[in-house]
T-cell receptor
Framework: EDQVTQSPEALRLQEGESSSLNCSYT??????LFWYRQDPGKGPEFLFT???AGEEKEKERLKATLTKKESFLHITAPKPEDSATYLC???????????FGKGTRLHILP | DGGITQSPKYLFRKEGQNVTLSCEQN?????MYWYRQDPGQGLRLIYY???????QKGDIAEGYSVSREKKESFPLTVTSAQKNPTAFYLC???????????FGNGTRLTVT
């Protein structure tokens, strides 16, 4: 069964303490992998799309990378405003489904 | 401004009643999706539609129905057959083959 697994479920960091979030996936063929940020009570906000192994994308303090089996979202010197739930989703070749992981709740302490 | 509008933001219903959630987009996107989000469960796919007058079941379609009569509209009906309807419902759309989903701000449905 196709699956998207995110780890850790929750992460608390001090302001300025860099870390990485993981998204591992098992699909028959990857069409694209997406990262989103979600604030409480809001819809997810798109961050990055990655299409092939080795690809990297950056935006401010965030950098997303992709291998054949997993993706990482690296956060460098985070600030309290980076606190949110970060969601990973995969779009597979077989059909038009886009499947989400359960997310990582990130809390940055000032 | 272009975007996806979900209404209402909060919806309350009595058990046994059907309820329809609205989703409208003015992005001219072809594909539209409905997800359900529960605490600790992430987003689970209910239904999706790639073109007008066509839609497919997602992973948790039981107890739900949809229609796609217009490109810009994809309403979701939560029927009385849905055993646990209380949840946060998210509608999304995307423009083309490899493009990401764009989400509305959700409808929180409470059934008592």
């Amino acid at each position: 069964e196709d699956q998207v697994t995110q780890s850790p479920e929750a992460l608390r960091l001090q302001e300025g303490e860099s870390s990485s979030l993981n998204c591992s996936y098992t699909v028959s063929g990857l069409r694209g992998l997406f990262w989103y940020r979600q604030d409480p009570g809001k819809g997810p906000e798109f961050l990055f799309t990655l299409y092939s192994a080795g690809e990297e994308k950056e935006k401010e303090r965030l950098k997303a990378t992709l291998t054949k089996k997993e993706s990482f979202l690296h956060i460098t010197a985070p600030k309290p405003e980076d606190s949110a739930t970060y969601l990973c989703a995969v779009h597979e070749n077989r059909d038009d489904k886009i499947i989400f992981g359960k997310g990582t709740r990130l809390h940055i302490l000032p | 401004d272009g975007g996806i509008t979900q209404s209402p933001k909060y919806l309350f219903r009595k058990e046994g009643q059907n309820v329809t959630l609205s989703c409208e987009q003015n992005l001219n996107h072809d594909a539209m999706y409905w997800y359900r989000q529960d605490p600790g469960q992430g987003l689970r796919l209910i239904y999706y539609s790639q073109i007008v007058n066509d839609f497919q079941k997602g992973d948790i379609a039981e107890g739900y129905s949809v229609s796609r009569e217009k490109k810009e509209s994809f309403p979701l009906t939560v029927t009385s057959a849905q055993k646990n309807p209380t949840a946060f419902y998210l509608c999304a759309s995307r423009s083309s083959y490899n493009s990401p989903l764009h989400f509305g701000n959700g409808t929180r449905l409470t059934v008592t």
